[in-house]
T-cell receptor
Framework: KQEVTQIPAALSVPEGENLVLNCSFT??????LQWFRQDPGKGLTSLLL?????REQTSGRLNASLDKSSGRSTLYIAASQPGDSATYLC???????????FGKGTKLSVIP | GAGVSQSPSNKVTEKGKDVELRCDPI?????LYWYRQSLGQGLEFLIY????????KSGLPSDRFSAERTGGSVSTLTIQRTQQEDSAVYLC??????????????FGDGTRLSIL
């Protein structure tokens, strides 16, 4: 059974810093790895999706990498802003199913 | 609509009552998913619809939970004889079907269910 872990559970950084969020998964037979953002009381917003054949994806100040062999993905946020404050979740899509297995998220606070 | 719409946004009910939660996916999205988010468990998959059929309902926690989808659009998640452990936020997501597994899932804002 796939298990997804995110460390740290919470992170506080000053505005302008670059930061990395970590995600690890136990079963490397994934179809894709997705990163989401969740604001309080809201649903999830898709940020980046990395297919299993890809190594990274970029969108604006966000860059996500995937290393299937080591079971790891990272989300890099450049020049953080207070508006980046949210909970970030990673999710793995299994090779044999459509369901996503989520980590418990990293709560990011960017201090002005 | 512009996004995935869920109703009600909040539901408070007494233990033992039945509840229905509704999801209206993005127009044209034929894949639809239900998830549950609770404090202790994080986000858990419940069921996946492809059109009106549910090829994967492996995440439904008990036979008190059921879901249906009609017309390839709106879906209803029903919980019978609710129990306090059913209290959670129920999230619905949809995506394009073609190559669905490499299409991002778009989420609604969820229904916050509280069982007294």
């Amino acid at each position: 059974k796939q298990e997804v872990t995110q460390i740290p559970a919470a992170l506080s950084v000053p505005e302008g810093e670059n930061l990395v969020l970590n995600c690890s998964f136990t079963d490397s037979a994934i179809y894709n790895l997705q990163w989401f953002r969740q604001d309080p009381g809201k649903g999830l917003t898709s940020l980046l999706l990395i297919q299993s054949s890809q190594r990274e994806q970029t969108s604006g100040r966000l860059n996500a990498s995937l290393d299937k062999s080591s079971g790891r993905s990272t989300l890099y946020i450049a020049a953080s802003q207070p508006g980046d404050s949210a909970t970030y979740l990673c999710a793995a899509s299994g090779a044999g199913s459509y369901q996503l297995t989520f980590g418990k998220g990293t709560k990011l606070s960017v201090i002005p | 609509g512009a996004g995935v719409s869920q109703s009600p946004s909040n539901k408070v009910t007494e233990k033992g009552k039945d509840v229905e939660l509704r999801c209206d996916p993005i127009s044209g999205h034929t894949a639809l998913y239900w998830y549950r988010q609770s404090l202790g468990q994080g986000l858990e998959f419940l069921i996946y619809f492809q059109g009106n059929s549910a090829p994967d309902k492996s995440g439904l926690p008990s036979d008190r939970f059921s879901a249906e989808r009609t017309g390839g659009s709106v879906s209803t998640l029903t919980i019978q004889r609710t129990q306090q452990e059913d209290s959670a936020v129920y999230l619905c997501a949809s995506s394009w079907e073609q190559g669905a597994r490499n299409q991002p899932q778009h989420f609604g804002d969820g229904t916050r269910l509280s069982i007294l």
